[in-house]
């Protein structure tokens, strides 16, 4: 199992704030609604819609909510949502990757190349980023679900390949292919997870500093904040005195 990182893949996902509440259960019902629509729309035997009803449950989402999102997918209006991946580069080279859930590819590419140029990035060609990072499954629990050294054990022996932990919680790191191993693993041992999903985790990092630390926040929470959007990722680190100025 790899060592700890200092700097953890940054995924920015809508928070808990009242204002952006509807955003984020917006993109979890589409997250449940393709699950749904690709699979069975039993979670007991799709685990794809399993993971997402939990990640829905962790961020307070109503069951009637959970249960409209699952009763869409028989929708007809369901057919045409595509999964794409944009890639691009933001200020002092950091390489993003921008996951999307669209009914409209057209207005979806439009959209992202202009927050791109408006906001000192580069949409780049497919492949152009990717390469940078790993496509691995990531888990999450809250600090009270064990120690530090607790959790590392018990990510090994269910066959995790890294595990961090910060401030705020216990990450865990697995081959994208036996996240639904390990998450049953898991939840044996340590109980429901906080969230689950399917991420991009750099190999390396891009040291930003100074100005472009504001430019590219910019860039990523505009991404974010658009409809399609629903996953922004990025490969870099700064300074713990930049990490204070956005702080504050």
Request: glycine share 8%; net charge negative; hydrophobic share 40%.
């Amino acid at each position: 199992m790899a060592g700890h990182s200092k700097f953890k893949n940054i995924q920015f996902r809508k928070g808990a704030q009242d204002k952006k509440r509807s955003k984020l259960f917006s993109k979890l019902s589409r997250d449940i609604t393709l699950a749904a629509k690709t699979g069975s729309p039993d979670p007991n035997s799709n685990a794809r819609l399993r993971l997402a009803i939990q990640n829905a449950r962790a961020e307070s989402m109503p069951k009637d909510n959970i249960d409209r999102a699952i009763k869409k997918a028989a929708g007809a209006d369901t057919d045409n949502f595509e999964e794409i991946r944009y890639e691009g580069f933001g200020p002092g080279g950091v390489g993003l990757i921008v996951e999307v859930l669209t009914d409209n590819r057209n207005r979806a590419a439009a959209n992202v190349r202009s927050i791109f140029t408006k906001n000192g990035g580069n949409l780049g060609e497919s492949g152009s980023v990717a390469f940078m990072f790993d496509r691995m499954g990531q888990i999450t629990y809250p600090l009270a679900a064990g120690s530090e050294d607790a959790i590392m054990e018990a990510a090994i022996e269910a066959g995790a390949e890294d595990a961090e932990t910060d401030e705020e919680l216990h990450t865990i790191f697995t081959a994208f292919e036996d996240l639904g191993s390990v998450v049953e693993a898991l939840e044996a041992s340590l109980g429901p997870a906080r969230s689950t999903g399917v991420i991009w985790r750099p190999k390396s990092q891009t040291p930003v500093a100074g100005d472009d630390v504001q430019t590219l926040m910019k860039l990523m929470d505009a991404l974010d904040d658009d409809d399609d959007v629903q996953n922004v990722f990025a490969n870099f680190e700064m300074s713990d005195e930049d990490m204070a100025r956005l702080a504050g």
